[in-house]
């Protein structure tokens, strides 16, 4: 049985010192497990900023970019320069999983039109580097890069120079997002669909997901012979790589449609082009990722643990989750927290832990009833209805680990990004 989980985060260090400021900018790299904890000095150039951009310092956007790649070392240190090619955009967080072959990027700037510069930088980067014929992973994708989000920044900063609230409007993130899908259609001929405030009505992400097939299992025509529930062992082809990843690969190869014309993009072809799939690109408040890992329990434990948790599934509001296998026979119940003020991962983290401690469905009602404060009446109703309908013994023997976030928070995004347009 497993003891623990591998440490599963990125993170950024900013050294001002002027001893520090003389090194060249470093990175430094190490491996626990299948994850990659990223962290790095800010490079002195970006410290030095135009005036104008000081003047909007209240106006900070940030942009994730998810990118269908996280095992090629090579592959990944290339879309990571292009992370920090422009001094006006700050890639602030890094999160690398190798068993669910994803990266994400997040950047912020004070500019909005160079934030759009990079983050279709990024996409072209990964159109030249990535095809999904040749990808196997753990984690759903729609395109080798695969989902574009971006987030106006509210917060209050306390940094002596910048102190004060910085509110930027959710309209310039929808400009943003709208700008970055237009020209990730035109210089990539790759469909994009818009969601959130970037479209006209609002769609949200899981449903173009749902539409387009996200939740289903994909294997490739020429792994046919293979289950798509029990993929091949996949060992990166990366030559200074000697990492093997053998667990079972739910999505293998590319998408397994040529035509979108039963649900057409907003921007671009009809027409996935083979090896590239879709992308996604969207505006909406910041949201947290939040994965809490469950030992000893199978898949379909998970989706139920999963469904319950969800607003969808009657559970806690703001709340969208799907289960994940991960390393080492582990699964994950990977939540995107809306309105983290709302449901904060606290209350995630809760619901989870006293679903599976629950030994019966005659004691759910009192096992429930003193939660309301954390998991309000919803997600004590939806416990309640998860074990009147299911077999509480089937959760038994769960153990459900500490979760973990895998960006970092507006506070520390905004006071960041601020700090790098001071002069040390």
Known sequence: ??????????????????????????????????????????????MALHSTIASEAGNVL??????????????????????????????????????????????????????????????????ELIDLREHTALHPRLGVADHVSVHPLHSVSVHPLHSGKFFTTMSTAAECAQAIGEKVAVTTNIPVYLYGHAHTQGRKLAEIRRQLGYFKPVASSS????????????????????TSYSSPSLWEGALPFRSLDHYPPDLGPTQVPEGLGVTTVGAVPWLINYNVPLLSASLQQAKLLSRAVSERGGGLQYVEAMALSHEGGAIEVACNLLNPQATPPEAVQSFLEQAVRQNDSKQSNSMTAGLGGVLG??????????????????????????????????EELVELTLSSQTHF
């Open 1 to 46: 049985m497993l003891k623990s989980m591998p440490l599963r985060k990125a993170f950024f260090v900013s050294i001002r010192h002027d001893f520090f400021r003389k090194i060249p900018p470093l990175v430094f790299m190490t491996n626990f497990a299948a994850t990659t904890v990223v962290c790095s000095t800010v490079p002195h150039h970006k």
């Open 223 to 242: 792994n046919s012979t293979h289950s798509p529930a029990v993929g091949p062992s996949v060992v990166s082809n990366d030559s200074a790589s000697t």
């Open 62 to 127: 940030a942009a994730i970019v998810y990118i269908s790649e996280g095992r090629r070392r090579h592959v990944l240190e290339e879309i990571l320069a292009v992370g920090r090619s422009d001094p006006r955009v700050l890639l602030l967080n890094v999160f690398e999983d190798s068993q669910y072959n994803r990266t994400g990027l997040t950047l912020t700037s004070t500019c909005p039109e160079q934030l759009q510069r990079i983050a279709v930088s990024l996409v072209q980067k990964a159109v």
């Open 377 to 410: 009446v919803q997600g004590c109703s939806s416990l309640s209805t998860m074990y009147s309908r299911d077999q509480p013994q089937s959760l038994q023997g769960i153990q459900v680990q500490k979760g973990y976030c895998t960006g970092k928070t507006v």
